[in-house]
């Protein structure tokens, strides 16, 4: 079946640890997002990606970083530049919006990070 | 503050009854997305209504949209248990011309439904 996964479940970090995010999809989509969910909020854009090797910065990018090697991957990257990485992360991808306005997205389970 | 705006925050009704969220947002849109939640998932596409639609339904759900008033509402009826979830309504920012895909999520409507 198609789908989106997310990898690992559950994360921890350390202070001044980096840490990555796995986003992997088999729906052959173009386009990819990163959202962050904090307790009873909703989504906000990360990072998205309209294509291989090409993304851009959404409305909380700073201390994040990502990259789109491969149309099926778009891992994220949490710095220790980020001060309070704790939070729900998901990935979402879905067909290509150049001209045609927002489609559907689809999303992964999340990743859920904590702070030790 | 956030595009969408979701009202209200919480909702709790009796199985078998209609439960009615609402969402508002500040600036013209190409279209309206309604998302459902699952506690602790991720979230999963209900409809699309665009802006030069107003009503429009899948099975229990009917979604319209007031683009005078800038609000929407997702209607769903003889609901069950099983629609238990947060329901979050979603904007793209541009009219008339390519959003890139960006979406601005309100805070959600958590919608708890009594067996």
């Known amino acids: 079946d198609g789908g989106i996964t997310q990898s690992p479940k559950y994360l921890f970090r350390k202070e001044g640890q980096n840490v990555t995010l796995s986003c992997e999809q088999n729906l052959n989509h173009d386009a990819m997002y990163w959202y962050r969910q904090d307790p009873g909020q909703g989504l906000r854009l990360i990072y998205y990606?309209?294509?291989?090797?090409?993304?851009q910065k959404g409305d909380i990018a700073e201390g994040y970083s990502v990259s789109r090697e491969k149309k099926e991957s778009f891992p994220l990257t949490v710095t220790s530049a980020q001060k309070n990485p704790t939070a729900f992360y998901l990935c979402?991808?879905?067909?290509?919006?150049?001209?045609?306005?927002?489609?559907?997205?689809?999303f992964g389970d999340g990743t859920r990070l904590s702070i030790l | 503050s956030q595009q969408g705006e979701e009202d209200p925050q919480a909702l709790s009704i009796q199985e078998g009854e209609n439960a009615t969220m609402n969402c508002s947002y500040k600036?013209?849109?190409?279209?309206l997305q309604w998302y459902r939640q699952n506690s602790g998932r991720g979230l999963v596409h209900l409809i699309l209504?665009?802006?030069?639609?107003r009503e429009k339904h899948s099975g229990r759900l009917r979604v319209t949209l007031d683009t005078s008033k800038k609000s929407s509402s997702l209607l769903i009826t003889a609901s069950r248990a099983a629609d238990t979830a947060s329901y979050f309504c979603?904007?793209?920012?541009?009219?008339?011309?390519?959003?890139?895909?960006?979406?601005?999520f309100g805070q959600g409507t958590i919608l708890t439904v009594h067996p």
């Open positions: 979603a904007t793209d920012l541009n009219a008339g011309g390519t959003s890139y895909g960006k979406l601005t």
């Open positions: 600036t013209s849109i190409n279209n």
């Open positions: 979402a991808s879905s067909p290509p919006t150049y001209g045609v306005g927002n489609q559907p997205q689809h």
């Open positions: 209504i665009r802006s030069n639609e």
């Open positions: 990606s309209q294509i291989v090797n090409d993304f």
